[in-house]
């Protein structure tokens, strides 16, 4: 059998570029779809880039006619929660529009299998943890419900036979790549780990820790860090599930291990050497005091193992990128 040929649409983001580059590393011919308005042209590396919408559905089809897809993997998404709130017709016309024409692009070129870039944000605000799959998916948020949305489409569409698909719950997408030659790099930017490094940088002010009266051991909201690379490992896993004619399934990805803020922060100063200004305010509407994935079902159906379980080694690599970063 030849090369598979994967289609990576989103392919030039953050969580895209690493999966990419380790598609390209374990043999897969890789053609990324992006429009770029939050993806970078630097970050494919050695893959071919198609410029497009995944509204466009004339763009999409020459390209499936083009090439024989063997599968997808789909990141093309808007991931910022406070701007969804602001502007979710935005987020509905590309994360459910887009998903739903690519998703009818697919089905006519016959490409069945799918793994989808989804998020712990379905759950909302769980009333239990650590968080598993089963659990009430009850999103506070547009981000949250545009996810949700897709998720239950996927169903409907697998169980009327048109498609075999893979859900990856992401928790917090953490590092980066330890060639340096990729990582994390948005337009604003609103994850607390390259905030703390932009901070240790000079490039802000302060680092803000948004309540300190959490139910926690330090009065700090816990998350779960996952390595990119740990989470781009996931990706492969369920697209070999799927080629190997496995089930369509949904999986938390996370370590199971949380972090409190201030335990980042203080992370963040030991590696940097550098001590910054931390400030501390009021609590932000929504944010839920502990987020920790149960990662038993990934670890037992797809055989994940983790390898960068160590909040150290993630900043370490977070903060080689964002000293030295490329775009």
């Not at 429009?35 to 559905?57: C, F, M, Q, T």
């Not at 949700?148 to 996927?154: I, P």
């Amino acid at each position: 059998m030849g090369k598979l040929n994967i289609l990576v649409t989103g392919g030039a983001g953050y969580i895209g570029s690493h999966t990419v580059k380790m598609l390209e590393e374990e043999g897969f011919n890789v053609v990324v779809y992006d429009n770029l308005s939050n993806g970078h042209r630097e970050a494919v590396l050695n893959s071919k880039l198609v410029e497009g919408d995944i509204l466009d559905s004339e763009k999409l089809s020459q390209l499936l006619n083009e090439i024989n897809f063997d599968a997808c993997i789909h990141f093309a998404a808007f991931i910022e929660v406070g701007e969804s709130v602001k502007e979710p017709l935005k987020f509905f016309k590309n994360n459910v529009s887009g998903t739903l024409n690519l998703l009818a692009n697919l089905k006519k070129h016959g490409v069945k299998n799918f793994v989808f870039s989804s998020t712990a944000a379905v759950y909302g605000n769980p009333e239990e943890t650590p968080i598993k799959e089963h659990f009430e998916l009850t999103p506070i948020n547009p981000y949250g419900n545009t996810k949700f949305t897709v998720e239950k489409v996927l169903k409907d569409m697998s169980e009327a036979g048109d498609i075999n698909y893979v859900a990856l719950r992401y928790f917090n997408a953490s590092g980066a790549d330890e060639s340096g030659l990729i990582g994390e790099s948005h337009n604003p930017e609103t994850h607390l780990i390259p905030l703390v490094l932009k901070t240790a940088k000079g490039e802000r002010e302060s680092i803000k820790i948004f309540g300190t009266d959490y139910p926690t051991e330090d009065g700090t909201c816990i998350r779960d860090y996952i390595h990119v690379n740990d989470l781009a490992k996931a990706h492969i896993l369920a697209l070999n599930h799927l080629i190997d004619g496995g089930k369509s399934d949904v999986f938390n990805c996370g370590y199971g291990v949380g972090y409190s803020v201030k335990e980042i922060i203080d992370t963040a100063k030991k590696v940097t050497g550098i001590n910054f200004k931390v400030e501390e305010t009021d609590r932000r509407e929504g944010d839920p005091a502990i987020l920790v994935a149960d990662n038993e079902k990934i670890k037992r159906v797809l055989g994940w193992k983790p390898e960068y379980n160590d909040i150290e080694y993630i900043i370490k690599t977070a903060w080689n990128w964002e000293k030295n970063k490329r775009f």
